[in-house]
């Protein structure tokens, strides 16, 4: 059926959603209540992973299996939001720890925190303004928020004033007089990884994640699932936005449990607006880390009241799910035999409902199709082209971001197998087909706020390019990136005077139009715009040799507690 290209290694054979409008039809209200660039880098490791995890052989996982049915689908482990756990689980704590409990003796107390652990070349860490309050207790849900003191107040405007006015020694100076506020790590990290810096990008979240948790309210859980964030807090956003990038981080390393269990945070801190959208990412976390079960519980407590059936990512990798289970050898042949059909639906089902997911599907796996498939009106380019906007973004992102999920040859052969029955039912005039092409049309006309979020913060360059220009047109900062349009502002910033931009620097200039009150085409920034695009690289550069050295030459003197029994407190907490 299908032709293996002559560069080819692969073959075929890897909240509500909607609402009834005034006339009673379906309408797209909420897709979700409100990762970078290649994948490919971490085959290897998922390699190794699965050999380790296959010597463990089915006991073990069938006795872990049988211990998560009775929790919550969203239940989160303290010792499982540690990337050591998972990374001494396949490789053993000699490996992963080394000669660190030689070293433990001689490191100083600090307060114990279960998402990261306060690491000795950090600068020495004092409260650093920001507190947590009990907003709410009602019906069993615990709303909290975060709280700016006034002294973060201020350190949060000359923030601002820096990134606006933009002189390089004031960007420094802030970070070295305050190494732990929030919005200069978020902001650094980001510069940091483009410069393609990722331990101190990681590292940099790693120590914002850090002052947070030191400022968790007494009765605050992660694990209860009963906390509440509101994400419309700028003090809150940025609590969201650095588990995200943390999340990120862990699955480039090879963690991608580690992760999962920080998505199921993000998503239990609002389940119902799902300001992140960590619904278009939890499949995908799932399958890299084999848990086909949790998913499955996912969708079919969910789909009730969700629909998570019409979102692409979910209908795709549901049925990639029961065929990863119909593969195990420790099912019956029947169980086997279920399984199997029970995929073959759902895959069909996502095929007829997605069709323009295919082709780019097997672009991005350098699969060939033969001109039956290619050809065919199904399947062919108006099935693209004919895509209402919110819905080529989230194929675009379903694709650019699991694309190397069916990088496998047993996967290309039941993908094959099933778009062979999908073209006979299309050609039989299946009267499924019609059903799914009336929710096209009524349905994904335009995306929420908070997927256009979600894209942004991934960076899956298939998707970005579906943005719609009402978003890409509009200025971001990368602290805090397309804010709610109902934020709730705890404190103004106060007024400051206008300065021309004749007096400012290529690089003032590249900061201020991360401004929302920045005009790309203001005739007088013209001129200065065209410099900066020339001499961007250069500054960016000389900024970051500056961070770079001022981040390693930071150096607090310890004070000697051995004979001063009169010590604060306060620094163990």
Same mark, same amino acid.
């Given at each position: 059926m299908?032709k293996k290209e002559?560069?080819?290694?692969?073959s075929?054979?890897?909240?509500?959603?909607f609402?009834?409008?005034d006339?009673?039809?379906?309408?797209l209200f909420?897709?979700?209540?409100?990762i970078?660039?290649?994948?490919?880098v971490?085959?290897?490791?998922?390699a190794?992973?699965?050999?380790?995890e296959?010597k463990k052989?089915p006991?073990?996982?069938s006795?872990?299996?049988?211990a998560?049915?009775?929790?919550p689908?969203?239940y989160?482990?303290?010792?499982?939001l540690?990337?050591e756990?998972e990374l001494?689980?396949?490789?053993?704590?000699r490996?992963?720890?080394?000669?660190?409990?030689?070293?433990?003796?001689q490191?100083q107390f600090?307060?114990?925190?279960?998402?990261t652990?306060?690491?000795?070349t950090?600068?020495?860490?004092?409260?650093p303004?920001?507190?947590?309050?009990?907003?709410?207790?009602k019906?069993?849900?615990?709303r909290?928020?975060f709280?700016h003191?006034?002294?973060?107040q201020?350190?949060?405007?000359? /923030?601002?004033d820096?990134?606006e006015?933009?002189?390089?020694?004031?960007?420094v100076?802030?970070?070295?007089?305050n190494?732990?506020?929030?919005d200069s790590?978020?902001?650094?990290?980001?510069?940091?990884?483009i410069?393609?810096d990722?331990?101190?990008?990681?590292d940099l979240?790693?120590?914002?994640?850090?002052?947070f948790?030191?400022? /968790?309210?007494?009765?605050?859980s992660?694990?209860?699932g009963?906390c509440?964030?509101?994400y419309?807090?700028?003090e809150?956003?940025a609590f969201?936005?650095?588990l995200f990038?943390h999340m990120?981080?862990?699955?480039k390393?090879?963690?991608p449990?580690?992760?999962?269990e920080?998505?199921?945070?993000?998503l239990?801190l609002?389940?119902?607006?799902?300001?992140?959208?960590?619904?278009?990412?939890?499949d /995908?976390l799932?399958?890299?880390?084999?848990?086909?079960?949790?998913?499955?519980?996912?969708?079919?407590?969910?789909?009730v009241?969700?629909?998570?059936?019409?979102?692409?990512?979910f209908?795709f990798s549901?049925?990639l799910?029961?065929?990863?289970?119909?593969?195990?050898?420790d099912?019956?042949p029947?169980?086997?035999?279920?399984?199997?059909?029970? #995929?073959?639906?759902l895959?069909q089902n996502?095929?007829?409902?997605?069709?323009?997911?295919?082709?780019p599907?097997l672009?991005?796996?350098?699969?060939q199709?033969d001109?039956?498939?290619? #050809?065919?009106?199904?399947?062919?380019?108006?099935s693209?082209?004919g895509?209402?906007?919110?819905?080529s973004e989230?194929?675009?992102?379903?694709?650019?971001?699991?694309?190397?999920l069916?990088?496998?040859?047993?996967?290309?052969?039941?993908?094959?197998?099933?778009?062979?029955?999908?073209?006979?039912?299309?050609d039989?005039?299946?009267?499924?087909?019609?059903d799914?092409q009336?929710k096209r049309?009524?349905?994904?006309?335009?995306?929420?706020r908070n997927?256009h979020?979600?894209?942004l913060?991934?960076?899956?360059?298939?998707?970005?390019?579906?943005?719609p220009?009402e978003?890409?047109?509009?200025?971001g900062?990368?602290?805090?990136?397309?804010?709610?349009?109902?934020?709730?502002?705890?404190?103004?910033?106060?007024?400051?005077?206008?300065?021309?931009?004749?007096?400012e620097?290529t690089?003032?200039?590249f /900061?201020?139009?991360?401004l929302?009150?920045f005009?790309?085409?203001?005739?007088?920034?013209r001129?200065?715009?065209?410099r900066?695009g020339r001499?961007?690289?250069?500054?960016?550069n000389?900024?970051m040799?500056?961070?770079?050295d001022m981040l390693?030459?930071?150096?607090?003197?310890?004070?000697?507690w051995e004979?001063n029994?009169?010590?604060?407190?306060?620094?163990?907490?």
């Amino acid at each position: 059926m299908l032709k293996k290209e002559t560069r080819c290694i692969k073959s075929w054979g890897g909240g509500k959603l909607f609402e009834l409008d005034d006339q009673g039809k379906l309408s797209l209200f909420c897709l979700l209540g409100s990762i970078y660039d290649d994948l490919s880098v971490g085959d290897d490791i998922d390699a190794l992973l699965e050999t380790l995890e296959k010597k463990k052989g089915p006991s073990y996982q069938s006795a872990n299996s049988s211990a998560s049915e009775h929790r919550p689908v969203l239940y989160v482990e303290h010792r499982n939001l540690n990337p050591e756990t998972e990374l001494k689980r396949y490789f053993g704590a000699r490996a992963v720890l080394g000669d660190q409990r030689s070293k433990q003796r001689q490191r100083q107390f600090h307060r114990c925190t279960w998402m990261t652990v306060f690491k000795e070349t950090w600068p020495r860490f004092s409260r650093p303004g920001i507190s947590m309050s009990l907003v709410e207790s009602k019906d069993g849900i615990q709303r909290f928020t975060f709280e700016h003191n006034r002294d973060y107040q201020q350190v949060q405007f000359k /923030f601002l004033d820096a990134v606006e006015s933009m002189d390089p020694n004031n960007f420094v100076v802030l970070l070295q007089l305050n190494p732990y506020h929030i919005d200069s790590l978020l902001q650094l990290s980001d510069v940091c990884r483009i410069q393609e810096d990722q331990e101190t990008a990681r590292d940099l979240i790693e120590r914002a994640l850090y002052s947070f948790e030191c400022a /968790f309210h007494p009765v605050f859980s992660l694990t209860s699932g009963t906390c509440r964030l509101d994400y419309c807090r700028p003090e809150n956003r940025a609590f969201y936005l650095v588990l995200f990038k943390h999340m990120i981080f862990l699955e480039k390393r090879g963690c991608p449990r580690t992760a999962l269990e920080y998505c199921k945070l993000i998503l239990s801190l609002d389940p119902d607006n799902d300001p992140l959208c960590m619904l278009l990412i939890f499949d /995908f976390l799932c399958l890299r880390c084999r848990e086909y079960t949790t998913l499955i519980r996912l969708y079919e407590e969910w789909e009730v009241h969700r629909n998570l059936s019409q979102l692409p990512n979910f209908s795709f990798s549901v049925a990639l799910s029961y065929y990863h289970l119909s593969q195990q050898e420790d099912i019956s042949p029947v169980e086997n035999q279920q399984l199997k059909q029970k #995929s073959n639906v759902l895959l069909q089902n996502a095929l007829i409902m997605f069709p323009g997911a295919l082709m780019p599907l097997l672009d991005l796996c350098t699969v060939q199709p033969d001109a039956v498939v290619s #050809s065919h009106a199904f399947f062919g380019p108006s099935s693209q082209i004919g895509q209402p906007p919110a819905l080529s973004e989230l194929v675009s992102l379903y694709v650019g971001r699991c694309h190397s999920l069916w990088k496998e040859a047993g996967l290309m052969l039941w993908l094959e197998e099933n778009v062979r029955k999908v073209l006979k039912r299309v050609d039989s005039h299946d009267p499924y087909l019609e059903d799914c092409q009336n929710k096209r049309k009524q349905r994904y006309q335009s995306a929420p706020r908070n997927i256009h979020r979600h894209v942004l913060m991934s960076e899956i360059k298939e998707a970005t390019a579906t943005l719609p220009l009402e978003v890409t047109t509009q200025p971001g900062m990368g602290f805090d990136p397309l804010p709610p349009l109902d934020s709730i502002v705890s404190y103004i910033r106060p007024e400051r005077q206008n300065m021309g931009a004749s007096n400012e620097s290529t690089l003032s200039l590249f /900061f201020r139009s991360l401004l929302p009150n920045f005009n790309l085409q203001r005739p007088e920034d013209r001129q200065e715009v065209a410099r900066a695009g020339r001499e961007l690289n250069q500054e960016v550069n000389r900024l970051m040799v500056a961070m770079r050295d001022m981040l390693a030459n930071i150096q607090f003197r310890e004070p000697q507690w051995e004979n001063n029994h009169e010590r604060d407190e306060e620094e163990w907490d």
